[in-house]
């Protein structure tokens, strides 16, 4: 059984006939914990009848004592096994899983949750395998990203508890400046209603005010800056992200992907290439926006300007790998050189 729907997890949870095994994967991290501590359970001998295994760790033996143990003045005991990679599960370690995974019964609940974005449902083979394990012998808790339909409903409602209103606007602005997961949103809305007192109305320019911005998207937004030529606009970002105290390899990172980015579209195009092949050969998967991005922003610059600036982006690679240097020296001198040269389009 595998279960994507909030309302189908919430019903199934509420009237306890769930499977002894559950196992639990997603990009929501809020709601995986939520959903987890509902599986626990807990009690007054959860000390007792609760035990935790790091999967790094993992001895089968240890796994299947645990789930075979009875529980203690309780109906059933909880055994979890956090930070799960299905990539190091070996052949062997696969049969003993199944083994343990069809001999549960009432007494307890084996669950599973993944080592965050260690679950890859597409390509990985056993990931599949796995997720094809707990659907036969339990039930899979697949927990999505939340809509931003569904995130602006929440944080709205959140801050209507706390006494405040919170705009249509000012919730949209609050997901595009703080992202998409629960914990952080909701703890956005504590902060702004907080410094609203715990009354009145929240606007946009509220959260503009007091919800920093993502440090990825003041990356993306240095490339677009270097992009559209603003030389004293790059430089301030990046004084922001040294202020936020972001790694100088992160920054560089995704300075890189940007520039192979508009490369590779430059070089599409001049092949007749389509963005969904595109997409399709270099492994974009649901990144395709970053495709449609880059084939219209890289007639903006001549293939010798983007060799250009990927010879720079790799010399930087190099010095902040090899070298003991300053790196915010580093990543000025190199977001100056892609300002320097005349384009030849």
Do not use: W
Not at 151 to 177: D, W
């Amino acid at each position: 059984m595998t279960l994507t729907d909030e309302k189908a997890m919430d019903k199934a949870i509420a009237g306890g006939e769930l499977p002894a095994l559950a196992f639990l994967y997603g990009e929501e991290e809020h709601l995986k914990q939520k959903v987890l501590s509902r599986l626990m359970g807990g009690g007054d001998f959860s000390s007792f009848n609760d035990v935790r295994l790091d999967f790094a760790q993992l001895d089968a033996d240890a796994l299947e004592e645990a789930v075979t143990t009875l529980p203690l003045m309780a109906s059933r005991r909880s055994v979890l096994l956090f930070d799960v990679v299905p990539k190091d599960i070996t052949a062997d370690l696969f049969k003993r899983l199944e083994k343990i995974f069809a001999s549960l019964d009432e007494t307890c609940r084996l669950i599973l949750i993944e080592k965050s974005g260690a679950v890859d449902a597409k390509r990985d083979e056993k990931s599949k395998k796995l997720l094809r394990l707990a659907d036969k012998y339990g039930c899979v808790f697949e927990l999505r990203e939340r809509s931003a339909a569904v995130l602006q409903k929440l944080v709205r409602a959140a801050a209507e508890k706390r006494g405040c209103a919170l705009s249509p606007a000012a919730a949209k602005a609050l997901i595009e400046r703080a992202g998409t997961q629960t914990g952080t949103l909701l703890a956005e809305v504590e902060k702004l209603c907080a410094l609203h007192d715990y009354s009145g109305d929240i606007e946009a320019q509220d959260v503009d005010r007091l919800t920093p911005q993502r440090p990825e998207d003041n990356i993306y937004g240095l490339s677009k800056a270097i992009l559209r030529g603003d030389y004293a606009g790059s430089m301030r970002i990046l004084r922001d992200l040294f202020y936020l105290r972001y790694p100088p390899e992160s920054i560089l990172s995704v300075l890189s992907g940007f520039y192979v980015d508009l490369y590779r579209a430059k070089a599409a195009l001049t092949a007749k290439k389509t963005a969904a092949q595109v997409a399709a050969d270099f492994g974009y998967g649901k990144r395709t926006f970053a495709v449609d991005n880059a084939i219209r922003d890289q007639r903006r610059l001549s293939e010798k300007r983007l060799t250009q600036a990927l010879d720079a982006l790799g010399r930087a690679d190099l010095r902040l790998k090899s070298t003991q240097c300053d790196a915010r020296i580093v990543l000025e001198e190199t977001v100056t050189a892609l300002f320097s040269g005349e384009d030849e389009r």
